[in-house]
């Protein structure tokens, strides 16, 4: 039972650089996540899909694009990255989008930008 | 405006003493909470959930308690071990929206 899995775990890049972090869920859960958690602060919302084929804004997104690919994969690519998004981004589901039983989390990427 | 916050940043208690975690929450709209916790270099995990029709609920070793006058939200772990040393998030939910609290650090000393 994977649950969340996310690619890669670490990673460091120079400002400027792109790259995409990858998530899949396999508990067939509708709703799918991408938070960043910075110290001292609670997870914040950058984007989500309610389902698939939908994507929307959460609390944080400039910088920031995601991709539902298929109902279990959600992906999150920064373009250009800049050093204020050094961070640890996960990515979650949930059944559906009301978070009943709340969300399911993966473990995390840790992003260092430079 | 709308935030989750916890009384203490850090909180060190015996092994097999009893925890508490504190929270306050702002809106009185919030029908849903969570708590979750988060070990180091892993993600959160789903503890225990009440809804804001309850006022108390247990699980295996945890109670959660809802106070609605006051806005407060509580974590009790009973008899804490080693293995409950951890980062413990509280969450509230209004509608479709979650607000994480920025979390307590649980020690627990053998």
């Known amino acids: 039972n994977a649950g969340v899995t996310q690619t890669p775990k670490f990673q460091v890049l120079k400002t400027g650089q792109s790259m995409t972090l990858q998530c899949a869920q396999d508990?067939?859960?509708?709703?799918m996540y991408w938070y960043r958690q910075d110290p001292g602060m609670g997870l914040r919302l950058i984007y989500y899909?309610?389902?698939?084929?939908?994507?929307d804004k959460g609390e944080v997104p400039n910088g920031y694009n995601v991709s539902r690919l298929n109902k279990r994969e959600f992906s999150l690519r920064l373009e250009s990255a800049a050093p204020s998004q050094t961070s640890v981004y996960f990515c979650?589901?949930?059944?559906?989008?009301?978070?009943?039983?709340?969300?399911?989390f993966g473990s995390g990427t840790r992003l260092t930008v430079v | 405006g709308e935030s989750v916050g916890l009384h203490l940043p850090t909180l060190s208690v015996q092994e097999g003493d009893n925890s508490i975690i504190n929270c306050a929450y702002s809106?009185?709209?919030?029908?849903?909470f969570i708590w979750y916790k988060q070990e180091s270099g892993k993600g959160p995990q789903f503890i225990i959930d009440?809804?804001?029709?309850?006022d108390k609920r247990q699980g295996q070793r945890v109670t959660v308690l809802l106070n609605k006058t006051v806005k407060h939200l509580s974590l009790q772990i009973a008899a804490t071990q080693p293995g409950d040393s951890a980062v413990y998030f509280c969450?509230?939910?209004?509608?479709?929206?979650?607000?994480f609290g920025a979390g307590t650090r649980l020690f627990v000393k053998a």
């Open positions: 979650a589901s949930s059944p559906n989008r009301n978070r009943v039983g709340g969300y399911t």
């Open positions: 508990m067939n859960h509708n709703s």
């Open positions: 899909s309610a389902s698939e084929g939908t994507t």
């Open positions: 809106n009185s709209a919030s029908d849903y």
């Open positions: 009440i809804r804001s029709n309850m």
């Open positions: 969450a509230e939910n209004m509608g479709f929206k979650t607000i």
